[in-house]
C-alpha cells in the first residue's frame, strides 16, 4: 500500500531536527524544538507527524514502557540501551544480531521480517552517581 504525501515543511523540519539528534528526543521535546522555527505549530501536529514518520519507516519510535515514547531519525539497523534509572535511551555500538531471526524461526511457521532489541541497565552517568 503505497502512500503519496503532500509536502509539509513542518514535517520535513521534524525529520531534519531528529537527524541532528543523538538522545532519542520525546515529542514534547521536538514540539520545543519546532515551535522556535514553526511559532503556531500545535503538539497535537507534531505527534501526528511522528506517529506518520514512524509508520512509514522514516523515522523509528522506541516506546519503552513505562516512560514516553522516544524517536530516532536513524532508520538503519540498530539496537538500543535504555537506562532503568534515568530512562536514556542510548544507541549500542555492536556487531548483528539479526542471526536471531534464524534462531526464532527454527520452531515458528510464521515469517519473522525483523526484530527488536532493548537493552537495559544502567548507563554509565548513573552507574559512577555516588
Known amino acids: 500500500m503505497s502512500r503519496t504525501l503532500k509536502f509539509s515543511r513542518q ?3 521534524i525529520k531534519s531536527f531528529l537527524a541532528t539528534r543523538h538522545d532519542h528526543p520525546t515529542a ?3 514540539y ?5 522555527q514553526f511559532p503556531n505549530i500545535s503538539l497535537g501536529t507534531v505527534y501526528r507527524n511522528l506517529a506518520l514518520l514512524s ?3 522514516e523515522i523509528t519510535k522506541i516506546t519503552i514502557g513505562d516512560g514516553a515514547d522516544r524517536f530516532d531519525g ?3 539497523p540498530h539496537n538500543h ?3 532503568r534509572n534515568c530512562h536514556k535511551v ?3 555500538k555492536m556487531d548483528s544480531i539479526d542471526h536471531i531471526n534464524e534462531i526464532a524461526r527454527k520452531d515458528f511457521s510464521g515469517t ?5 532489541a532493548y537493552f537495559f541497565g544502567l548507563c554509565e552517568d548513573c552507574t559512577t552517581k555516588p
Open 11 to 13: 514535517r520535513e523540519s
Open 28 to 30: 514534547d521535546t521536538v
Open 32 to 36: 520545543i524544538n519546532i515551535k522556535d
Open 55 to 57: 509508520e512509514i519507516g
Open 74 to 76: 536513524a532508520v538503519h
Open 81 to 83: 540501551f535504555i537506562c
Open 90 to 92: 542510548i544507541d549500542l
Open 112 to 116: 519473522i521480517e525483523k526484530h527488536v
